[in-house]
């Protein structure tokens, strides 16, 4: 099956800094990566939609600004948190489709839990 | 209504036991829908796709009421492995193009009992 990692799986930082996401499809290509946010106890929340070589495509009352994302080639997609605050702490995961396929499917990978002190 | 709606529980059933979920979407032209399995602080992973004419897997078997908007699974001899939040998924569809992605419902938490 289609293998998506991230990294890092977990990290603390103080509030103010950046972080950066890395999501990877590892045995495919993925020409759209999808990024989800999911707050404890709620549903997964797309943020944005990522397109290899263009600009991703936020959700309402996502800030762009806040959340950068890259999508540099078809196997990896970044997420940066900028000036990370605790509201920002969460559970970030990333999925994947794979070039070609007309199915919807998307692979997801193991997630990167956010704490921000 | 929410885009996509589930019954919380948790639903406590005996191991052996046959259980079914439902869930209902608002989005009338949504074309894909899927069951999603999320363990505790793990991400999704994919359960089934649903079609239109039903589909079965094993102990597993979905079914699509276009008409109601509303998806099933059912799961017959749960098994302790079955302990799981269970969540419907439907590929969000716009006309004319644009950003989709799947929007998830809360989820259904299961647990089986020895």
């Known amino acids: 099956g289609a293998v998506v990692s991230q990294h890092p799986s977990r990290v603390i930082c103080k509030s103010g800094t950046s972080v950066k996401i890395e999501c990877r499809s590892l045995d495919f290509q993925a020409t759209t990566m999808f990024w989800y946010r999911q707050f404890p106890k709620q549903s997964l929340m797309l943020m944005a939609t990522s397109n290899e070589g263009s600009k991703a495509t936020y959700e309402q009352g996502v800030e762009k600004d806040k959340f950068l994302i890259n999508h540099a080639s078809l196997t990896l997609s970044t997420l940066t948190v900028t000036s990370a605050h605790p509201e920002d702490s969460s559970f970030y995961i990333c999925s994947a489709r794979s070039v070609g396929r007309s199915s919807p499917e998307q692979y997801f990978g193991p997630g990167t839990r956010l704490t921000v002190t | 209504r929410k885009e996509v709606e589930q019954d919380p529980g948790p639903f406590n059933v005996p191991e052996g036991a046959t259980v079914a979920f439902n869930c209902t979407y608002s989005?009338?032209?949504?074309?894909?829908f899927f069951w999603y399995r999320q363990d505790c602080r793990k991400e999704p992973k994919l359960l089934m796709s649903?079609?239109?004419s039903g589909n079965e897997d094993g102990r597993f078997t979905a079914q699509l009421n276009r008409a109601s908007q509303y998806i099933s699974l059912l799961i017959r001899d749960s098994k302790l492995s079955d302990s799981a939040t269970y969540l419907c998924v439907v590929n969000r569809e716009y006309s004319g193009g644009g950003a989709d992605g799947l929007t998830f419902g809360k989820g259904t938490h299961l647990i089986i009992q020895p």
């Open positions: 649903v079609y239109s």
């Open positions: 989005n009338s032209a949504s074309q894909s």
